[in-house]
């Protein structure tokens, strides 16, 4: 038995796993209250980044673009950063934070933002907008190299390397969540409640299950302040939840602030959750209360009735983001299923060094295959050509169509999910998480144990 990691051996990319940088950048943006980022490149670099957000949200929401034409990648653009920065402040009074977005077209003409930023800073905010507190933010995102996953990460660092200053000490933990969905954020603020933890949540989107109300149809926004991340320099801790989202940031908080930082994993399982909590305590001090530990039984309750009748020895598939998939992978293997195939879609070098994946690679006890570089070709070509059964397949909606083409159950999991109903609601991360995320999985096999008709009498009631 091995765990084996290689690159993926094709130079082209069929049906990538997602998009660029930029996107990240965006998804990150929107976390921040008071914040329209700019993209600097074509409408597009916003127009489908935004329609992939709101598809997955069922929100709207606000992002600028410099909108570039033909002429710009021969005299270069950064005149429409000037003008993009004068329109967002004339046109949003209360706008506070505005990160400008690169793109692969403004990197490869070389745009100087840097530049442009201080230009504007000395002169357009002094002179026109001298009664507002304005913070323009660079976030350099070329678009051919990373992923969105990378860009989530620049962005990220970018904003607490601009913001963040060293006051007085606020008696918080950062807590840097990834690229969650708002379902998450609201349990992981449950357990901070309950610690009795104060936290900077870096991102607040739990305001994006935005309401509808008689008077007026909200535009959602996130709920970080400017003030927040001007804090986490003064924070007794950082806790990133995601080694590639969040990761930079806290190691620059640390190295720059002395602010202590602990990253991973992420809390997804009983495992890792708990990994999380005795992280809170040690940061904190403050003791893991018995309502926490109730929680946690009952979650080992709701697993222990699946686990080994239904849940054993199934062979899944896992694609998405880098620390999803791993936290994903040891949930699986923590409720004794086989993660045969990780598919990891972009190009950081460093997975190789990744400590939870050379723990697969010196513990797992079954063949498992972990592709880097990947895309969902290498997913559907193993089931096709290769022989690879499978049982589950966990990941977004992209990969719907190998899982509707091979007859293979499929649980919607991560980014971007647009043919389910709500997911975004509901955590993966925390007890709350795991209960769903196992129940999820058992409801998926049932259903596909009865429409193959394939020992659905093992649900019946004798």
Known sequence: ????????????????????????????????????????????????????????????????????????????????????????????????????????????????????????????????????????????????????????????????????????????????????????????????????????????????????????????????????????????????????????????????????????????????????LQNLKKMTGKPIPQALVRERGIAIDALTDLVHMFLADKKVAIYGHPDLVIGLAEFCIDLEMKPVLLLLGDDNKTYVEDPRIKAFQEKTDFDMEIICNSDLWELEDRIKNKGLELDLILGHSKGRFVSIDNNIPMVRVGFPTYDRAGLFRHPVVGYAGAIWLAEEIANTLFTDMEYKKNKEWILNVW
Not at 43 to 63: S, T, W
Not at 139 to 155: I, N, R
Not at 164 to 180: R, V
């Open 1 to 276: 038995m091995s765990c084996e990691m290689k690159e993926k051996e094709r130079a082209g990319v069929i049906n990538p796993i997602f998009t660029c940088q930029p996107a990240g950048a965006q998804y990150a943006s929107i976390g921040i209250e008071d914040c329209i980022a700019i993209v600097h490149g074509g409408q597009g670099c916003v127009m489908f980044v935004r329609l992939l957000i709101a598809q997955h949200l069922k929100e709207n929401f606000d992002i600028a673009s410099s909108s570039l034409h033909e002429d710009a990648a021969v005299f270069g653009a950064v005149h429409r950063v000037e003008e993009a920065v004068d329109v967002v402040l004339m046109r949003y009074p209360h706008v506070r934070v505005i990160p400008v977005i690169t793109t692969c077209s403004t990197e490869v003409i070389g745009d100087d933002v840097d530049g442009v930023i201080r230009k504007l800073n000395e002169g357009l905010l002094k002179e026109k907008y001298a009664d507002r507190d304005v913070r323009l933010i660079p976030v350099h995102c070329p678009s051919f190299k990373g992923s969105q996953v990378t860009g989530y990460d620049v962005a990220l660092e970018a904003f607490v390397q601009t913001l963040a200053k060293k006051d007085k000490p606020n008696g918080k933990i950062n807590l840097m969540t990834g690229w969650t969905n708002p379902g998450d954020v609201t349990a992981l603020k449950h357990l901070l409640s309950v610690m009795e933890v104060e936290a900077t949540v870096l991102f607040e989107i739990e305001s994006f299950d935005s309401p509808l109300m008689p008077d007026a149809n909200s535009v959602s926004h996130g709920s970080t302040t400017v003030e927040d991340l001007i804090g986490t320099a003064d924070a007794i801790g950082t806790i990133a939840l995601n080694k590639y989202e969040g990761g930079k940031a806290a190691e620059y908080l640390e190295s720059e602030f002395g602010v202590p930082a602990i990253i991973g994993p992420s809390p997804i399982g009983i495992r890792n959750t708990d990994i999380f």
